[in-house]
């Protein structure tokens, strides 16, 4: 049974009744129209840290923004307003990197954190909140390998999901790294970007297989209206095809195996005058029955991190036709979530990134905003996006 029936009785004979869309568990649907994020363009940028690195930003069950962040022991900053205001950072673990991925359980509201003792590869700590963010617990977890024998390591990638089409629905992924034994240059041509899954709650993870290609390194995944799994990769090897540019494939087994590699031409990886790539971010935003993906990088022709962008596209990553820098300034690492029906954060896109000197900030904007960006020439925005009747 569809895990997301858990939120109660009459959320079980809504679903089994009328096949809407699935519930999380305040008993809201997880999808609905476009609409609220549309309207007058709107972006505003605060800063929520000063020190330190590595940012992952989601929103919970209840709506409520928490912004991650961390590289000597992890804190988090909450929004119950939608982002707002921002309450004083609290504390998940005293030590560990970041281990990225943080991930809502859309069925129980459970929100998870991984904690790596050190860089990778390291011993890896699951820390979780069962009351929207404001307390953190560890737990025990089991991962378990892939088919060739490799555990992953979980720094940096981008937050994690939970599945809500097909056959899938309920599941929770995240993306993860194989570091092939160590993060030295010699170890670069064997790494590779990969995900893992629990379909038990987060007590146990399976391991995928490997990304298409190998020298990759920090990526983001998210479930498409059908069902499919959108995977979106950095390059962590300079001698790779193209270096310089994102990477992406597509799984059709609830994130077991990918297929379907392409490099995507459109999307930069980082600054263009060094053959090494930088983390993105990347969320589809809750509208039913289409695949609006949002992607966030550095889009800058000069030898520095700046100018993180965010780029939009309207067919599930096969065009991106739009885009517009959010802060002209050095930045570094960005992670993207969006908004709740039915919550404060509704409508909302909220980019959470790094900037100097070691500053996270978060911006929050609408896709309106978005839109009266610069056109890249690879499509155009469908009119259905915008609001607007077809001409």
């Not at 050190?118 to 979780?128: D, F, G, V, Y």
């Not at 194989?178 to 146990?204: C, E, I, L, Q, V």
């Not at 995977?231 to 300079?238: E, I, Q």
Request: aromatic residues 10%; negative net charge; proline residues 6%.
């Amino acid at each position: 049974m569809n895990r997301f029936a858990s939120g109660g009785f009459a959320a079980l004979v809504f679903l089994l009744a009328a096949a809407a869309t699935p519930l999380h568990a305040q008993d809201k649907p997880v999808e609905g129209s476009i609409n609220p994020f549309l309207g007058e363009p709107e972006l505003e940028i605060q800063r929520l840290f000063t020190s330190e690195r590595f940012p992952n930003v989601v929103v919970s069950t209840k709506g409520t923004v928490l912004a991650l962040w961390g590289s000597d022991g992890i804190d988090v900053r909450r929004s119950e307003d939608g982002g707002k205001t921002w309450g004083e950072p609290i504390n998940i673990a005293e030590k560990g990197i970041h281990g990225g991925g943080a991930t809502v359980d859309e069925a129980t509201g459970r929100i998870f954190a991984f904690v790596e003792e050190k860089h990778p590869p390291a011993k890896i700590h699951l820390h979780t909140s069962d009351d929207d963010g404001r307390s953190w617990q560890e737990q025990p977890v089991e991962i378990k390998a892939n088919s060739l024998g490799h555990l992953p390591s979980m720094h940096m990638n981008e937050s994690g999901i939970t599945l809500r089409h097909g056959k899938h629905a309920g599941r929770l992924l995240r993306a993860t790294r194989w570091y092939a034994g160590g993060n030295g240059k010699n170890f670069w041509p064997d790494h590779y970007t990969n995900a893992m899954y629990s379909d038990d709650a987060g007590r146990t993870w399976q391991a995928s297989e490997p990304f298409p290609e190998k020298g990759t390194g920090e990526a983001a995944v998210a479930e498409l209206s059908d069902g499919r799994i959108y995977y979106n990769s950095r390059v962590h090897w300079d001698k790779n095809e193209k270096s310089k540019r994102r990477r992406h494939a597509y799984s059709d087994d609830g994130g077991r195996t990918w297929k379907d590699f392409a490099i995507v031409d459109i999307l930069p990886d980082g600054d263009q005058h060094r053959s090494y790539g930088c983390m993105g971010g990347q969320v589809r935003l809750p509208v039913e029955g289409q695949d609006v993906l949002l992607f966030s990088n550095l889009d800058t022709d000069q030898p520095t991190r700046e100018r993180v962008t965010v780029w939009a596209s309207f067919d599930g990553g096969n065009t991106w036709p739009v885009k517009r820098l959010v802060f002209d300034g050095p930045s570094a690492y960005s992670s993207l979530t969006a908004g709740r029906p039915g919550t404060e954060s509704e409508g909302w896109a909220y980019l959470f990134f790094e900037s100097a000197p070691k500053h996270g900030r978060v911006a929050r904007f609408n896709l309106t905003w978005l839109l009266e960006g610069e056109a890249t020439g690879d499509g155009q925005p469908p009119a259905w996006a915008t609001g607007k009747p077809a001409s």
